[in-house]
């Protein structure tokens, strides 16, 4: 099973995605969060001063659960998240 010991995540602001992994045993997955989509489940608007980090914080569990579920769908080592997968 898919797990998250590493809370590191970085903000790719001209990509407009946050970047982040998991782990299925000693393999690593990359996941790769839509702006859009953390917008819609944070409800916060895109603006300069968005903190996208901060929501992604906030956001942590309910992107680990769609990203569980995105990963088990095709167990490829980046998952690509969008509004839809939540």
């Known amino acids: 099973m898919i797990g998250f010991?590493?809370?590191?995540?970085?903000?790719?602001e001209d990509a407009?995605?946050?970047r982040f992994s998991g782990y299925d045993?000693?393999?690593?997955?990359?996941?790769?969060?839509?702006a859009p989509a953390l917008e819609q489940i944070a409800g916060i608007s895109r603006s300069p001063d968005t903190d996208y980090?901060?929501?992604?914080d906030r956001c942590r569990?309910?992107?680990e659960t769609a990203?569980?579920?995105a990963y088990k769908k095709?167990?490829?080592?980046?998952i690509w998240l969008s509004s839809a997968d939540f």
């Open 16 to 18: 407009g995605t946050i």
């Open 5 to 12: 010991p590493n809370q590191m995540r970085s903000f790719d």
């Open 61 to 63: 569990d309910q992107i």
């Open 25 to 34: 045993g000693v393999m690593e997955v990359r996941f790769v969060l839509e």
């Open 74 to 78: 095709t167990r490829k080592s980046l």
């Open 67 to 69: 990203g569980v579920r």
């Open 53 to 56: 980090l901060d929501a992604f």
